[in-house]
């Protein structure tokens, strides 16, 4: 049965991670409802079914697309993968839990993010607005241990990058504080922390391979955003781990 709800979770993942490129690149243009079908937007050749499915269609068009032979952008395929890694992962970890539920739910949120943040520079509040009322329902049936934690992580969250956003004169922004301050409620004191720790490290290492590789400046807008979902994609699987570690040595 573990092969069986692997390959489920896997599969379903995949299916929601071509939804959620769709969720991403629609809804910061408020087109999200628009029965318009997806399209190349180099030549607007409508999308056939397969070429819906990012995997499938890069592979087998070898990154291009079939009307005009335009490059694909390696995010979408990118994208369906992280999803369906992310959701395969959280039946490994998990099993057939509350937790499982969770953790879908918390990659679900963190790959829609990258999507926007890096295609508009934007965290848009209505992915917020959507996924925060969720997770304080699922935070109510298996709440953190203490269950202020939630609150208290939620607070420590927006603090942190409202005190960041004042001393940098706008190096982070509003959007950056409000993902924090959904993600504080879901990982609580300890996880919040970590993402935080984690993203700055993520974004630092990055940032320093594209200035030595000159694909950025040190004038380039870089999105943040994805740093904090990679950030938090660590700490659902691996965060317990890496603070265990962490406090072994006091």
């Keep these: 049965m573990t092969i069986f709800y692997s390959i489920t979770f896997f599969i379903f993942g995949l299916v929601l991670g071509s939804f959620y490129n769709v969720v991403g690149l629609r ?3 408020n087109n999200f409802l628009s029965n318009d079908r997806s399209y190349c937007p180099t030549c ?10 990012p995997v499938v269609s890069y592979v087998s068009q ?5 009307g005009c032979g335009a490059k694909i952008s390696a995010m979408y395929p990118l994208i369906e993968l992280l999803t369906g890694v992310g959701f395969l992962f959280s039946y490994l970890v998990y099993g057939l839990t509350m937790e499982a539920v969770i953790a879908v739910v918390a990659v679900s949120l963190s790959v829609i993010i990258i999507v926007t943040d890096l295609t508009y520079f934007l965290i848009p ?3 917020l607005l959507f996924f925060f009322p ?3 329902i699922l935070r109510f049936i298996e709440p953190l241990d203490p269950w202020y934690s939630s609150l208290v992580g939620a ?20 959007g950056d504080m409000k993902y924090f301050f959904v ?3 879901l990982f609580g004191i300890g996880g919040v922390l970590l993402i935080f720790l984690l993203s700055t490290l993520y974004g630092t290492l990055i940032n320093i391979v594209l200035l030595l590789r000159g694909k950025v400046t040190r004038k380039t807008k870089v999105p943040f955003g994805p740093y904090i979902s990679m950030a938090a994609l660590t700490v659902i699987f691996f965060g317990e781990s890496i603070l265990t570690w962490y406090f072994s040595f006091f």
Excluded: D, T, W
């Design 62 to 66: 070898r990154g291009k697309c079939r």
């Design 183 to 185: 993600l504080g409620y």
């Design 134 to 136: 969720l997770i304080v």
């Design 155 to 174: 607070l420590i969250g927006f603090g942190l990058i409202f005190v960041v956003i004042l001393l940098s004169q706008g190096g982070m922004g509003a």
């Design 125 to 127: 509040n209505k992915i």
């Design 44 to 53: 607007h050749k409508q999308l056939s079914a397969i070429e819906l499915i």
């Design 27 to 29: 809804v910061p243009k």
